[in-house]
């Protein structure tokens, strides 16, 4: 048996995807047009990825500056947001090049993007990340943290707070995460009452290919989803 090529096999799920999105938009009573499907490709080849932009995909993201800056210049127009852990000694090489970093997690970070930023003439939109799990091995603020950190960064110039990211602990059944999504979903309201300086809060990022769907019904409206899209990560 040969194994399934990551175009077939998104082939074959892209448009299920698609459905299921619709499906909890509207269940959270909005539609398809709400939620951003941002394809997570990283270890995906550009071919791949450029097949998927074609047939529809509209936003990626990467999680490897080098991964990223290799690719680049091999890909079709699309939206690129930058997804991944980030140095504070990469942010230069990537800032002309993503319209969106989802990884914010420090103040420090924030401070170096927007000093970037100046350099390169632009307002570059950011979103925390928030470790809403509480887990030792993940980045990102605490959940008693956040408020205290976005006040603080929406002093920065050049940056703009969009809204919140989280990657909550893996899940051993579903609806395991439904607690830390509803949360999120909370922590995005409360941040966007602040009306901060600087900031315009609208995305709230969460939910991936084992639960997206829960992610959607309890508010998010962008997903980044990989595996479902591209199948099983292959590491070289
Ligand atoms: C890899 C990755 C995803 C996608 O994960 P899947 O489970 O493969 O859908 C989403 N967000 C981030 C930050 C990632 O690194």
Known sequence: M??????????ENFAQIKKNIKIAAEKS????????????????DCE???????AGVKYIGENRVQEFLSK?????????HFI?????????????????????????????ISKQSIKHNKTMDILLEVNIGAEESKSGFLEEELILAAEEISK??????????????????????????IKMKKLFIDIGSKKMDN?????????????????????????RIG??????????
């Open 84 to 112: 991944g852990h980030l140095q504070t000694n990469k942010v230069k090489d990537i800032i002309e090049h993503v319209e969106l970093i989802h990884s914010v997690d420090s103040v420090r970070l924030a401070r170096e």
């Open 227 to 236: 595996t479902a899209l591209f199948g099983k990560r292959i590491y070289k």
């Open 156 to 181: 920065l110039p050049s940056i703009r707070i969009r809204g919140l990211m989280a990657i909550p602990p893996v899940m051993e059944s579903e609806g395991d995460n439904d607690k830390y999504f």
């Open 48 to 54: 791949t990825i450029n097949y998927a932009i074609n």
């Open 72 to 80: 680049k210049d091999s890909l079709c127009e699309c939206h690129r």
């Open 2 to 11: 040969t194994e399934k090529s990551s175009v077939e096999i998104f082939e």
């Open 199 to 223: 900031s315009s809060i609208d995305i709230l990022s969460m939910g991936m290919s084992d639960d997206y769907v829960a992610a959607i019904e309890a508010g998010s409206n962008l997903v």
């Open 29 to 44: 009573g909005r539609s398809e047009k709400d939620i951003i499907l941002l394809a997570a490709t990283k270890t995906v």
